[in-house]
């Protein structure tokens, strides 16, 4: 029976895919042109590979259902995305659009790998600065050229788990956990929730040793940074950086606050065993998902002044050998359309919109955690415009890991970090 | 006749091409290019470069990154040898015979089947300091605990026992394949002369397993200075640069911090010939044959 119907199907096929050849070759010369200029298909490379990865192929099946744009995707972890972009684009095999993170901008628009985009095309796509958070769109330029439209900021949060303070007796009158008013504060409330496997206060997902993002939040809180204002050297060596090294070392050693170095914070912190938590505003999302019981808190300002530290994404066009108009512009309207729609980005994946509309959107308002997100803004900060900051941040990784598990004093490692950044090649 | 013996060499070497080919597009160039790479400062994205002499080679004379990798490397391949030859050796003559050897020696492979990738994270969760189980249990029977892999005296212990587990049963089959090559005849014959079950482990096992020790020895050797997937997932080398592999520092040199080409190409071309004189010096050691 099945058999009969598949020789049936099959056969059907065949006359049909013949009739349809046939067809297409009688068709008149302007029918073929409109389904020559049929809607183009774009690769899109990204590295959403948490949940908001899922939000996007969500949003994206909307679009290509809106628009008729279809768009293959190509999900890989950030550091190999970037691997990648770095030695396909020169090849002509990149993608027609990349989302990268801002401070990928600068080496990525230094090696040619990145498409300029001028003002008139911006303009005619309707983008404008004015639309934008300052910061958002100042991290799409390199050397006052364009390279890239921000979508979104990534930044850190603090959370607090209600259920770890209420154990601890760190509660207000209203139930709801304590926020820590200063440095000082923090440590005596961590030491408060630390014990055993227990502890007060983390900064980083997975491996706070090595979280330089974190690290770096707590640099530029203390008016340090990595290189200096001119960027010609590493300012890493300087007072400041130190100061910041050491707390980093007390936060793994004499303090006892903090995980071990390679722990997971995030599973500590779902397991009730973290308390107060710095980390990124994509883990609130999972958190509700776990039904974790907690509360956020803007960052706490641990230093001289209560940065944030953000890291946006940002849409580019990587290179490529020849530029396809159709795919080019369906790129183009694929980032409109994620830019009107930014709001649902938002609220499904947790990350706050470049452009400003969306912040008064009472859907996100209404959201304590994005509430509060959006009143980090005026303290918001990014890295440093210069092609070696990410191959700085590769070499601080280990050297601030070996600061945190004590094996390292922070001069004599901020020292050893400098002299490594420094002899970089140009 | 003379011919005849050119259309055979042509033959021959007909079906040698495909493999040939293969072999010069995807290995030898690639090889040659490394070496030639290793004397410029290629670096990716850029695209002119000119030739740096010995330049790189002596910059890994300062590099001291690529000193500490190269120590790791070396404890890494000196502290895993010994567990890798003996261990799957006993489990093998433990499992030569029994009831239960087929289903055992499923089970021992089973982890060989796994993904670096796979293991690294099984391994993380399982020795994560705050909630893996591994510490749960060493605490429920009181038993100290620690960071594994967060402090700088386990860390490559823990890298090494990781990979003990994951390796064991690929070099078990091997070990069985020869033990079963080996003629029951020389037992019986060990035995009317009255060796015991060591002496004969001593006199006749280990040396007619001599070649499948070669194998062993010299692929572990091979591959532990080639170590970087274990490194990479459970540590990515640290704390702090504890765990740092050879392997790691090229990589990251290549493809991470600044695509610097040149530089890695050097580093590559230096633990080839570390290899190659490690290997040369088992071939050496190890060689001879053991018949009855």
Known sequence: MSDAHTEVGRRRFLIG????????????????????????????????TGADGKVMDELIDQFTRETGIAIEQQRIPWTDLYAKLQVSVPAGQGPDLALIHTVEVPHFASDGVLE??????????????????PATWQGGTFQGKRYAVALDVPQHILYLNTKVMKDAGLVGSDGRPRVPASRDDLVAM?????????????????????????????????????????????????????????????????????????????????????????????????????????????????????????????????????????????????IRWMTDHVAEWTLKAGQVSATRKSHTDPRITGDPV?????????????????????AAENLTRPVIESVYTAQKPGKAAMEDLARQINALPD | MRGRRSR???????????????????????????????????????????????????????????????????VYTVGSTVPILAIPLALALALNRGRLRTLLRSAFFFPFTLSVVTVGLAWLWLLDPVVGPFNYYLKAVGLPVRSWLADPHTAMWAIIGTTIWWVTGYYLVIYLA???????????????????????????????????????????????????????????????????????????????????????????????????????????????????
């Open chain 1, 17 to 48: 895919t013949a009739a349809a050849a046939g067809g297409v070759a009688i068709l008149p010369a302007g029918a073929r042109r409109a389904a020559a200029q049929a809607k183009p298909t774009i690769s899109y490379w990204n590295g959403l």
């Open chain 1, 116 to 133: 300029p985009i001028d003002d008139a095309t911006l303009g005619g796509k309707g983008f404008r600065g004015e639309d934008y958070l």
């Open chain 1, 190 to 334: 961590a030491k408060q929730m630390s014990k055993g496997d227990s502890f007060g206060f983390a900064i980083g997902t997975v491996a706070p040793g090595r979280y330089t993002w974190g690290f770096q939040n707590l640099l530029w809180q203390n008016g340090a940074n990595v290189y200096t204002s001119d960027l010609k050297r590493s300012a890493l060596a300087e007072p400041g950086a130190i100061e910041v090294a050491d707390f980093w070392s007390s936060l793994g050693g004499s303090l006892k606050i903090s995980p071990p170095a390679n722990a997971s914070c995030r599973d500590a912190f779902i397991a009730g065993k973290l308390g107060m938590w710095i980390a990124g505003s994509w883990n609130f999302t999972g958190l509700r998902d776990a039904k974790v019981e907690f509360t956020v808190a803007p960052v706490p300002r641990l230093f001289k002044q209560p940065v944030v530290w953000t890291m946006p994404h940002q849409y580019t066009f990587p290179k490529p050998k020849s530029v396809d108009r159709a795919k080019r512009d369906a790129a183009w309207t694929h």
């Open chain 1, 370 to 390: 994005l509430r509060t997100l959006l009143a980090q803004a005026p303290n918001w900060q990014a890295g440093q415009p210069t092609p070696k900051w990410v």
């Open chain 2, 8 to 74: 055979t060499w042509l033959t021959a070497y007909l079906f040698l091409a495909p493999g040939l080919l293969l072999f010069a597009v995807f290995r030898a160039y690639p090889l040659l290019e490394g070496l030639r790479l290793s004397f410029t400062n290629a670096r990716l994205g850029r695209a002119t470069y000119s030739f740096v002499g010995f330049a790189n080679y002596m910059r890994l004379l300062d590099d001291t990154r690529f000193q500490v990798s190269l120590t790791n490397t070396f």
């Open chain 2, 178 to 292: 020869g033990l079963q090559d080996i003629p029951r005849d020389v037992y019986e014959a060990a035995a009317l002369d009255g060796a015991g079950a060591w002496r004969a482990f001593w006199a006749i096992t280990l040396p007619l397993l001599r070649p499948v020790f070669l194998f062993v020895f010299v692929t572990h050797i091979i591959g532990s200075f080639q170590i970087f997937g274990q490194v990479f997932v459970l540590t990515m080398g640290g704390p702090g640069d504890a765990t740092r592999s050879v392997v790691q520092h090229l990589y990251e040199t290549a493809f991470q911090n600044f695509f610097q080409f040149g530089s890695a190409s050097a580093m590559a071309w230096v633990l080839f010939a570390v290899i190659l004189v490690f290997s040369l010096l088992q071939f050496r050691l190890l060689r001879g044959h053991t018949e009855y």
